[in-house]
């Protein structure tokens, strides 16, 4: 069974703080793939990034950055020095071989000015 | 067009009626999913059309939903005597994946069609 895990419901910081959202997965396959994607408020989802099981390098973007680490099950993100555009809701996803994308419940992000 | 487009965007009905909501992916793309969000649910899988082949209904919630596609482009998501629990923003995603196995996940969204159930 294949599982995505986000406990954090709902986040708030000040602008210009640095935020992580944490995403913990399940899965019983050896090849899978990761994914973060974004829901701002006007609802449609954006992909951020995607990441294969085999590599575990961690990965910058600007001010994003993923935190990739399989002896814990865990693909994280950073938001260093965080706007008011960041605000929205993140979802982590995950895709074993069977193509099936699973969606964790999301965290919803504050950022207050 | 240039995205994943959705009608209706939004559709009130009642009790025990029936529903049809309908899926354009874009151009090209043979990889199609259906998302249910509900408030506080995330996203829930509900089915996976990969080209001509059997798709994925393991996510169907029970047998008063069902989904085609026809011709490998438009999908229709039906709902059957459909109940207040099935309140919901349906969410339709495609992708450029050409065979079972390639899909590297790169879902492009639609806007949803948000459905009410009075």
């Known amino acids: 069974a294949q599982k995505v895990t986000q406990a954090q419901t709902e986040i708030s910081v000040v602008e210009k703080e640095d935020v992580t959202l944490d995403c913990v997965y399940e899965?019983?396959?050896?090849?899978?793939?990761l994914f973060w994607y974004k829901q701002p408020p006007s609802g449609e989802l954006v992909f951020l990034i995607r990441r294969n099981s085999f590599d575990e390098q961690n990965e910058i973007s600007g001010r994003y950055s993923w935190n990739f680490q399989k002896s814990t099950s865990s693909f994280n993100f950073t938001i260093t020095a965080s706007q008011v555009v960041d605000s929205a809701v993140y979802f982590c996803a995950l895709r074993n071989r069977d193509d099936k994308i699973i969606f964790g419940k999301g965290t919803r992000l504050h950022i207050l000015p | 067009g240039a995205g994943v487009s959705q009608s209706p965007s939004n559709k009130v009905t009642e009790k025990g009626k029936d529903v049809e909501l309908r899926c354009d992916p874009i151009s090209g793309h043979t990889a199609l999913y259906w998302y249910r969000q509900s408030l506080g649910q995330g996203l829930e899988f509900l089915i996976y059309?990969?080209?001509?082949?059997?798709?994925?209904k393991s996510g169907l919630p029970s047998d008063r939903f069902s989904a085609e596609r026809t011709g490998g482009s438009v999908s229709t998501l039906t709902i059957q005597r459909t109940q207040q629990e099935d309140s919901a923003v349906y969410l339709c995603?495609?992708?450029?994946?050409?065979?079972?196995?390639?899909?590297?996940?790169?879902?492009?969204f639609g806007e949803g069609s948000r459905l009410t159930v009075l």
């Open positions: 059309f990969q080209g001509n082949s059997a798709p994925d």
């Open positions: 899965t019983r396959d050896t090849t899978y793939y």
């Open positions: 995603a495609s992708s450029s994946a050409e065979r079972w196995g390639a899909n590297t996940g790169e879902l492009f």
